[in-house]
């Protein structure tokens, strides 16, 4: 008889937040698959759980996932678990979970603590629907293609990111959705959690020295090209591309265009409104 492969949602912060289905099924299985075994080991400790723990992360999962589908196979049971939260979201576990149903192995979800619910329940935004967009990329390319699946979603959106950028995201996230209103958390179920809630402009004041994995909802309205952005924040992009980067006039109305998914004319337009506004 096969094994079955469970997924298995650990706390994001607090050890008190686990599921008394979650540490049966970590106490029975054959091994944990953890992303780092040695945290694994705290939760596992804490509830006098004897498990062996074998890696599994993002520089190893293509490597160690034939040998953990060999154990399933002959009749093991495996625990998949992440650092924190539910495997495979924004973190490592997937191609395990894909291999097991290519395999025709049972994998079996046990649901738990989630930073994205988390911190869209105790926002205050609109929580009927919403859109997880994961981490923005670091990489140029595919942070402007995140930032445009941003900027084309509409309601509520939860995404997370890292302390060290998140000061940078946000200032993006203005010039791209305006004064939104967000909701931004930070170290979730923990001693020193804080969730600062508000217009975008007066969270960005407010944020102070980051600390702890960061979770961000963000309420985005219908927008329409005179609204995605003000023309004197158009001016002032327009003239650090022309005087700082040198770009041709035509060349920084197509740049700009493009950034905002704005048609060229109306760049013009919002260009010339800028020149008129008083100063």
Known sequence: MRGTLFVVATPIGNLEDITVRALRVLRDAAVVAAEDTRRTAQLLARHAIATPTTSLHEHNETAKTASLVARLERGDSVALVSDAGTPTVSD????????????????EPIPGPSAVLAALAASGLPSESFTFLGFPSIKSKARKNWFSRLRNSQGTVVFFEAPHRIAETLRELRQIAGNCQVAVARELTKAHEEIIRGSLDSVIERIGVPRGEFTVVVELGETTETDQVAPVDLAHEFGEMTVIDGLSRRKAVATLARRHGLAANSVYQALEAAKKSPK
């Open 92 to 107: 490592p576990g997937g191609r395990l979970v894909h291999a097991a149903i290519e395999a025709g192995i049972r994998v």
